[in-house]
């Protein structure tokens, strides 16, 4: 038995951690989201790159300055609306085509099946990262949406195959086959009586693969293939402190306070993915 | 289970043509091909721009270079470096024993660490132990694989000055003794090593203590504690022995995901392996080299998968039986 909405949400506050973590998410989406609002400094604009970079922190540049005098708490709001975002519709994307392609696999059987699920198998061998950094490595002029879109397109092999488990285990149910009884065809039946009942498995992916895609973006930029400057992403930022790798220490905070951004909201989606598991759990909480 | 072994070969094989296809589909939509600075310099004339191309048989059509691109990876040769001035495969094969040696201890130290961990949290559920172990385990799962890496480099070499800061060997190493040589070659591993460990082990550790807690309730965990055996004795040989199956399975994930962290803690601390091969083949543009990387990554990965299902099928009888 599947636990009602009420339940889930129930013990979602019931549960501390999900609570810290969501009230945390609110804290760093907020002001991203609302940038403009929150800050004094174009992300951009360069005051004065001799008398003014690589300042400390300060009230007037509470995240200090770097290397072109930008101020970096503005560059980590923006760069924050920029990473989330690409975290956000990409995850979509990944989870509605491992959700579609697991349930076909799953509720088509057979040759089909087995076909799908060979494809899959070959997908799954080829490790992300370096399918990312071939790609990326070989594109000049690489534009936001088709960086999304080659993210969304490599990170669905592991949920397609969850879901096609339960829907494997769902097809012999008795709900499922008194629907076939009552003459609703194999579209009606995986939309309304499977689909809605695998969701666990789809919530808890998208929860985990929003944190996985902004660590790939931060990544990316760190290897000199992610999005390119000078529009600010978490991983750019990041990238532009760590650069000289001698003078980290020295300007410590060009790196830190995007690196604190990023690693919090990442722990806080992972965290999350992690209460939605134990919410979504049919037989109540694990002990 | 010999058609189990023949179509896992198989599947070997897709693996590698697709990744091999992917990699000459991206090296022909890159834009500018080898030569593109002699085509910017006014002094190369077009006649030995021409002569250079037929050389490397850029001037045949694609079906056929990409026939001839597939038959020479799989008869082994991978090409010519650019930027090395050699042939791949001897770039290559200096660089891949250093990325498994640093991948091979990674992987042995998590699993120890991480199955350890885990079984420290399960012995008692909600306590402070569990909890201070998963807030860290969430956060090395949670941290950009540089960063930490960064972060160690940055305090262990600049600010307490323990270890040296990359490469894996001294400059003075052609000179040392045999013994000093290998200690010298382990002075370098530390950090690097270390590094993976730290995140690959909060993988494990996240792994197995869910893999713990979904068999704590079973029955013959009741049993044994009805026996009255004490709780340490329960979790270490009864729970942990049934909850180590979902573990073996994530040894096939080990691999991609330490190839993953190698490329990265590579890049930072100068390690002379595939990683750095990569990093420094995007950077100078040399994309046989970096294509050839991958593909060798690639099989690296689909090999180690292949080994996780072995060591499953060894692991567990009832599949064995039921293949």
């Known amino acids: 038995m599947l636990p009602t909405r009420r339940t889930v949400a129930r013990r979602l506050i019931a549960n501390r951690s999900a609570i810290a973590a969501m009230a945390l998410l609110l804290a760093i989406i907020i002001p991203c989201a609302g940038a403009p609002l929150f800050v004094s400094h174009d992300p951009l604009s360069q005051p004065d790159p001799v008398k003014l970079k690589y300042q400390p922190p300060s009230r007037i540049s509470p995240f200090g300055t770097d290397e072109l005098s930008r101020d970096v708490f503005s560059r980590v709001l923006y ?12 995850t979509l994307l990944s989870i509605t085509l491992g959700t579609a392609y697991g349930a076909v696999a799953g509720f088509a059987g057979g040759v089909v099946e087995s076909v799908m699920m060979r494809i899959l198998d070959a997908l799954m061998s080829i490790p992300r990262l370096l399918l990312l950094i071939a790609v990326f490595a070989t594109w000049d002029e690489l534009q936001v949406k088709w960086f999304i879109l080659i993210i969304g397109f490599t990170g669905w092999y592991g949920l397609s195959r969850i879901v096609r488990g339960q829907v494997l285990a769902m097809k012999g149910e008795e709900f499922v086959m008194s629907a076939r009884a009552l003459g609703a065809g194999p579209a009606r039946i995986l939309l309304r009586h499977v689909l809605p009942n695998v969701l666990t498995p789809v919530i808890v992916a998208a929860a985990l693969g929003v944190g996985r895609v902004i660590l790939l973006e931060a990544g990316l930029s760190y290897l000199g293939v992610g999005l390119h400057p000078p529009d600010p992403s978490w991983g750019n930022i990041i990238q532009d402190g760590t650069d000289k790798i001698y003078a980290i220490a020295s300007i410590w905070w060009i790196s830190f306070f995007p690196g604190m951004a990023l690693v919090l909201t990442v722990m806080a989606f992972n965290s999350l993915g992690d209460a939605l598991r134990e919410a979504l759990e049919p037989r109540g909480i694990r002990s | 289970m010999t058609r189990y072994l023949l179509s896992r070969f198989a599947q070997l094989a897709v693996v590698v043509f697709l990744v091999t296809s992917i990699a000459f589909f991206l090296i022909h939509v890159a834009p500018g091909d080898p030569f593109a600075d002699a085509v910017a310099n006014p002094n190369v004339s077009e006649a030995v721009r021409a002569r250079w191309r037929e050389a490397y048989g850029l001037d045949k059509p694609l079906p056929e270079q990409f026939v ?64 201070v172990i998963g807030g860290i385990s969430l956060f090395l799962f949670s ?59 909060a993988v494990v550790a996240r792994y197995q203590r869910a893999a713990l807690q979904d068999v704590l309730p079973l029955d013959f ?63 100078s543009r040399d994309y046989p080299l970096l294509m050839s990387a991958i593909i060798i990554g690639s099989v690296l990965v689909a090999v180690g998968s292949l080994l996780a299902d072995l060591l499953y099928l060894a692991a567990d009888p009832r599949l064995r039986d039921a293949r």
């Open chain 2, 221 to 283: 965990v009741k049993t044994a504690r009805a026996k009255g055996l004490p709780e340490r004795v329960i979790v270490r040989h009864h729970a942990l022995r049934n909850a180590l199956l979902p573990t073996i399975s994530l040894f096939g994930l080990a691999f991609p995901m330490l190839l993953t962290g190698a490329v990265f803690v590579e890049k930072v601390f100068s390690w002379p392996g595939m990683g750095s091969i990569i990093v420094g083949s995007i950077d």
């Open chain 1, 79 to 90: 760069g924050g609306r920029t990473s989330l975002s690409i975290a956000l519709v990409a």
């Open chain 2, 68 to 131: 001839r691109y597939v038959t020479s990876v799989a008869r082994g040769d991978l090409g010519w470096s650019f930027s090395k001035q050699r042939p791949v495969k001897a770039v290559l094969s200096d660089a891949l024993p250093n990325t498994l040696l640093l991948m091979s201890i990674a992987l042995f130290a998590s699993f120890a660490v991480g199955i350890g961990l885990a079984v420290a949290q399960a012995l008692k559920p909600g306590s402070l132990t569990d909890r």
């Open chain 2, 143 to 201: 941290v950009p694989e540089f960063l930490l890496a960064l972060v160690l480099l940055v305090l262990f070499t600049y600010k307490f000055q323990r270890f040296p800061i990359g490469g894996m060997t001294d400059l003075d190493y052609p000179s040392f003794t045999p013994i000093r040589r290998l200690a010298d070659i382990a002075r370098h591993t530390v950090l690097p090593a270390i590094t993976l460990t730290l995140l690959f082990s």
